[in-house]
T-cell receptor, first 114, second 115 residues
């Protein structure tokens, strides 16, 4: 079974802190994604990566950056956390070229910024 | 840019009944993929069913089936003989045929199955 794990289920940070959210997948997937999920807004893509050291902006990249130094790991970074970044963050991965293949999702990290 | 609209924020249905969740989308492309994902309470998102736009036949997976109307840009999900385990958020999603493999999601429908 594909496993996508995220470093924390719940995280509480203070405004201005630097926050790292980690995602690891064990199926040698090329593609990895970071989404943000908010009630009434669904899932919105923040950043995605289709290879090591490659990244592309999604629909809402402002205030976020990412890092992919190894194929299995994709990190989301909030350089200076703000209260409007309080949200559920979901990581996903998929094979490159597998259009009809599903994206496999992690359990999510619920981040609260105080 | 593609958009996906789910007009039913919440639905509820009695156990064993049939329920249909609506999804419409907007695209100028002719070839694309459509998906329904399920997110149970406090559990991970999983794929329910997928449809390739170039296929006329509607996809079916056990109790789950879709009604794909390409001209109307509509992609509804029908759940037959609903079960308590079907209680979840359901998201409709779109992927382009060409280009990168990212999904565009709708806002979701919260479905509750009542015992």
């Amino acid at each position: 079974d594909v496993k996508v794990t995220q470093s924390s289920r719940y995280l509480v940070k203070r405004t201005g802190e630097k926050v790292f959210l980690e995602c690891v997948q064990d199926m040698d997937h090329e593609n990895m994604f970071w989404y943000r999920q908010d009630p009434g807004l669904g899932l919105r893509l923040i950043y995605f990566s289709y290879d090591v050291k490659m990244k592309e902006k999604g629909d809402i990249p402002e205030g976020y950056s990412v890092s992919r130094e190894k194929k299995e790991r994709f990190s989301l970074i909030l350089e200076s956390a703000s209260t409007n970044q309080t949200s559920m963050y979901l990581c996903a991965s998929s094979f490159r070229g597998g259009k009809t293949d599903t994206q496999y999702f992690g359990p999510g990290t619920r981040l609260t910024v105080l | 840019a593609q958009t996906v609209t789910q007009s039913q924020p919440e639905m509820s249905v009695q156990e064993a009944e049939t329920v249909t969740l609506s999804c419409t989308y907007d695209t100028s492309e002719n070839n694309y993929y459509l998906f329904w994902y399920k997110q149970p309470p406090s559990r991970q998102m999983i794929l329910v069913i997928r449809q390739e736009a170039y296929k006329q036949q509607n996809a079916t997976e056990n109790r789950f089936s879709v009604n794909f109307q390409k001209a109307a840009k509509s992609f509804s999900l029908k759940i037959s003989d609903s079960q308590l385990g079907d209680t979840a958020m359901y998201f409709c999603a779109f992927m382009t045929y060409f280009g990168n493999e990212k999904l565009t999601f709708g806002t979701g429908t919260r479905l509750t199955i009542i015992p």
